[in-house]
């Protein structure tokens, strides 16, 4: 995560937008303290690239089990 102050942002403005749309991670801080996050608006009905979060979701084999503290709730 790159992260920079709110003079550095503003002198590299293009610089950073740029990075944004490649897909790294963009933050502005003011007092080395994050403030926001750069990041690319999605277009409403581009195409999404199939299989691209491949690798990235995974779920656990007791995804849908009910915790044994739970039972009680349940019916």
Same mark, same amino acid.
């Given at each position: ?12 403005? @293009? /610089?950073? &937008? ?5 897909? /790294?991670?963009? &933050? ?17 009905? @581009?195409?999404?690239?199939?299989? @691209? ?6 779920? @656990? ?6 915790? /044994?503290?739970? /039972?009680?709730?349940?019916?």
């Amino acid at each position: 995560m790159a992260q920079f102050n709110i003079a550095d942002a503003k002198a590299h403005f @293009s /610089e950073l &937008v740029q990075k944004a749309l490649l897909g /790294e991670d963009v &933050v502005i801080a003011r007092d080395n303290k994050p403030l926001l996050r750069l990041v690319p608006l999605h277009v409403a009905g @581009s195409p999404r690239k199939t299989g @691209s979060a491949k690798g990235q979701v995974w779920l @656990s084999e007791d995804f849908d089990t009910t915790p /044994e503290d739970f /039972e009680d709730y349940v019916r």
